[in-house]
């Protein structure tokens, strides 16, 4: 006797047909041979995955993906796409230079340095230092001194809210020359100073006076124009212990032992020139002037 059974395969082409199975044949689909299930049973899920519904998901996931993220939309249910990212403004481009990159100077002399920013309406901080292990300038706001020969630099930076800025000026310091100045010029810088009856004191000079010689004295060395065995003329004066440079000045500098002057001499005492620091940096340049009556005899 035949009995009827149903195909519950999902994946079968004769899904759901109800087909006559005679006695002694296999309870199953003719074409899948997957067992067959009661004609009027409801139809149950699939235990297995379904491959058909698999790959077409999975070509959907593909296309989308090559349409370059649009199925965002789609499967999202909405019909708006993310806004784009705006372009970013180009970043401005900003430079810091000096006035010089490069300059020479004497030991004791000064320089100032200039720092231009472009465009020149952004506002920055500048700081300024020494070149690492540099005792050969020294720099405060821009203003920079010469302390001793050798090579150095010094260094801008300008502080910005993204990014710091540098520029350098390299500096060369030479020792100032140990030249005695002419005596025709230190003459002329004298008569501005010196009062007029106190220059009678050297119109016998051309006969009296030593063209150069050295003294020892208890205070110093002097190298230079002598007379009556003092300094007298234009020379150089090395000290070799604290001494008051001129007893006439009115300011009372003192100089340190090995500190040196070099100018015009007049009955013994320092009148004009330069004074040096035992490490070659100028002083000062001083105009002390001649006092009257302060011969040898007074001192």
């Known amino acids: 006797m035949a009995k009827q059974g149903k195909c519950v395969n ?3 082409d004769h899904y759901k047909e109800v087909f006559d199975i005679q006695a002694g044949e296999e309870f199953e689909c003719p074409f899948c041979h997957k067992p067959l299930g009661d004609p009027g049973e409801k139809k149950k899920s699939p235990k297995g995955p379904n491959k058909r519904l698999i790959g077409l998901i999975a ?3 593909a296309l989308l993906a090559a349409l370059g993220g649009g199925g965002y939309a789609l499967f999202s249910g909405s019909g708006e796409k993310e806004p784009p990212t705006p372009p970013q403004p180009p970043k401005t481009s900003v430079s810091l230079t000096l006035n010089h990159a490069d300059k020479t100077l004497k030991v004791g002399e000064s320089d100032t340095l200039v720092a231009s920013i472009n465009p020149d309406s952004i506002q920055v901080d500048l700081v300024w230092s020494t070149a690492q292990d540099s005792a050969v300038v020294e720099v405060q706001g821009g203003i920079v001194k010469a302390l001793k020969d050798g090579e150095g630099a010094v260094l801008v930076h300008a502080i ?3 990014d710091t800025l540098e520029a350098v000026c390299s500096y060369k310091v030479e020792k100032v020359q140990d030249t005695i100045p002419n005596a025709d010029d230190v003459k002329k810088e004298q008569e501005k100073v010196v009062p007029e009856g106190s220059k009678k004191t050297s119109k016998d000079k051309s006969s009296s006076a030593s ?4 003294l020892k004295l208890s205070y110093g060395t002097y190298k230079g124009e002598t007379r009556g065995g003092y300094p007298d003329g234009i020379g150089r004066l090395t000290y070799n212990r604290s001494r008051r440079i001129n007893r006439y000045d009115d300011k009372g500098r003192v100089a340190e032992a090995g500190d040196y002057v070099v100018g015009e001499f007049v009955r013994g005492y320092f009148v004009q020139g330069k004074w040096f620091g035992s490490d ?6 001083l105009m002390i002037g001649v006092q009257p009556g302060n011969d040898y005899e007074s001192k």
């Open 211 to 214: 063209s150069g010689g050295t």
């Open 59 to 61: 070509a959907a996931v």
């Open 10 to 12: 999902i994946e079968c």
């Open 280 to 285: 070659g940096s100028l002083k000062e340049t």
């Open 160 to 162: 910005l809210p993204d």
